[in-house]
């Protein structure tokens, strides 16, 4: 009999090997493109995804020299904002007022990438259809079928489904693994990490 270590990550295995490596490769080419347009990036994701977009803002802007930032890392004015306007405009408004323009993109990390007639991450999904309006870039690393986010985005990769019970721990995982291989794409990397730099 397995155990749950065996059995997770040989689930892990498989989605390593069904990965899309092409829509990988087609967000470094959009996001060197913004690069050079300089544009931003506003990472957005809720729970785990919204940890995810801190420490993405981090890596992007210290990495690969991008413009960045997350609206979960101001508390006070996404609480204000959640209180006064309510949650589903709030990466919308937050958006509008960071004056999101064509040059820049939307980078949602979610497991089920939005779903307004179930009411799943509405927030997202206003927030994508703001980034459609003004003509943004929209990429994504979604789980499950990829949600609203999957079938808007300009590049998307939804991490595989190999075991309903782990989607949200296996998606979470994941989401990690491809921004970084993103961002240390010879491509988009300007900087040399510390502990690769240390001989």
Not at 49 to 71: L, M, Q, T, W
């Amino acid at each position: 009999m397995s155990t749950h270590a065996q059995t997770y990550l040989a689930e892990a295995t498989k989605i390593i090997n069904a990965l899309d490596h092409e829509a990988m490769e087609h967000m470094v080419k959009l996001i060197a493109a913004l690069r050079e347009r300089r544009g931003r990036i506003f990472f957005l994701g809720v729970g785990g995804g919204a940890g995810h977009a801190s420490h993405a803002v981090n890596d992007f802007r210290k990495i690969a020299g991008i413009e960045c930032y997350a609206p979960t890392d101001n508390v006070s004015e996404l609480t204000a904002r959640i209180n006064d306007d309510g949650w589903e405009t709030s990466y919308a408004n937050w958006l509008r007022i960071s004056r999101i323009s064509k040059d820049d993109m939307v980078f949602v990390f979610s497991v089920g990438g939005g779903d307004v007639s179930r009411n799943i991450s509405a927030n997202l999904v206003k927030a994508i259809d703001l980034a459609r309006q003004v003509g943004a870039t929209i990429c994504g690393v979604v789980g499950r079928d990829g949600g609203y986010t999957a079938r808007c985005a300009d590049a998307c990769v939804v991490v595989p489904t190999v075991n309903i019970a782990n989607v949200t721990a296996h998606t979470e995982s994941f989401q990690a693994l491809v921004w970084h291989l993103v961002v240390t794409h010879p491509s988009l990397r300007t900087s040399e990490m510390k502990w690769e730099s240390v001989r």
